[in-house]
């Protein structure tokens, strides 16, 4: 601090004074924030320090791993065993289903090929495991061990054995990052199985989700099934996605207050399915250009002019 | 405790801080922090932990810099939001600096209720960032790592000042 404006010799070099850096940094910061959460711009410099700290990451996972593998050392016999046991009985009920369903495949297509039907996207998938969830408390995604090395690509949506868990938001070359369903930035849109009502499910954290849009009065009950419209192109139609568990109808508020739990083993860790990349839909009628294309009266005036 | 040997309280005359040693402490820091816990609470956030503790000891050699090189770093790691962190650990690296000049004269318990506001300010900074940004409130039980942090400041203390400690000349009828 100066006394009455004379500062003191600079015997030792310091640089700038701390407030100076802190304007420049607290400025660099908020430029950098603002950039990413309104353009999403920097994903480049992100998949460089990921790639960068992926040795050091992966040094950070070994406590993890030596306690899982301490547990699984005294735990694995019986659990092997009743885990054995189980995938048996459940492979007997499902063969008859599997049998039938390369025949009822070949079947359908058959069909729609008669029916001159857009063939639909084959179901294909890549098996990936969740690493761990994110630290980041704001939003729920988890880390799954398959990046761009396997062909991930962000977009693609993420399903386990019971239903679809959320969509892939960021890939890096080993790993991805998953956003899941109770994401509050998540929609996804649906219909009820029951009678294919079609709304928009958005997260709403803390492991629910919420019917949005919808009118008090619509046909809703607890317990309904909802599963993708697949109206989006990212998702396939008709996987099961949530059941509504609570609706709030009050009259006052415009829409119905509905909450939904997700079927699919959303907020658990293990094998997950990152299904293929769904083929583009065709393109919207765009009413612009098809107000331009009609020939107006004006342009026939005017050509008759020219 | 009058001759608590981390404040200048006391009378021992520390050797001077090797600079390979401050990053190697941050680094380490770093890897604890890359550790998934996933959304477990009361997890200490470790590289804010070491940054304030060698911004209150070397002010001079760690400051607003490397706080945000840390943050940028974390930002990745946490896939969060660029520059949350960044942000949040400069105005620790101010604070701390700011503070450097008198917390040292203060005994370590009491050194450790200077920072807890630090650390609370660092968790407030963050949730700030992303609540304007529209992400969900992470609930009280978030801010139980500023706590834990506070209590680590003690032991951290001695373990980042051990090579300080150690006697220039070596003395082998010395224990230590």
Known sequence: MSVVGHSPPPFFKRGPAPLARLIFFVTVSITLLVVDLRFKTLEWARLGVATAAWPLQKAAFLPIDAAGGLEGYFSRLTTVLAENDRLRAQALESANLLLRQGHLEQ???RMRALLEMRERHPAEGRLAEIIYAARDPFSRRV?????????????????????????VVRVFPLTAEVSLLTDKDQAIPVQVSRNGLRAVLAGAGAGVMELRFLAANAEVQPGDVLVTSGLDGVYLPGLPVATVSQIDRDNSFAFA??????????????????????????PQPDDELTAKSKPGKGERVRKRIR | MAGSQASHASRRILQPVKHWFIVLTLFIGLLLNMIPF??????????????AFWCVHQPLRVGMGAA???????????AAVMGQHALAYVLL????????????WFPLSQQAIHILPLFLGTQLVMMAARMIGGA??????????SFTATLLWHPVTYILLTPQFMPVEKDSERPI
Request: hydrophobic residues 50%.
């Open chain 1, 257 to 282: 207050r509905i909450t939904c739990e997700p079927i699919g083993g959303v907020e658990r860790h293990g094998l997950v399915l990152v299904l293929g990349a769904r083929q583009a839909l065709p």
């Open chain 1, 107 to 109: 079947e359908n297509k």
């Open chain 2, 136 to 145: 969900e409130f992470p609930g009280l039980w978030w801010f139980l790592s």
């Open chain 2, 93 to 104: 690296a101010f604070a701390a600096g700011g503070l450097s000049r008198r917390i040292l």
């Open chain 2, 68 to 78: 945000f090189i840390f943050g940028l770093a974390m930002d990745v790691i946490d």
């Open chain 1, 143 to 167: 880390i799954i061990d398959k990046g761009m090395q396997q062909g991930i690509a962000a977009g693609q949506a993420v399903v386990d054995e019971l239903g679809v868990i959320g969509q």
């Open chain 2, 38 to 51: 996933g959304h477990l609470p009361g997890v200490p956030d470790w590289i804010a932990l070491v940054l």
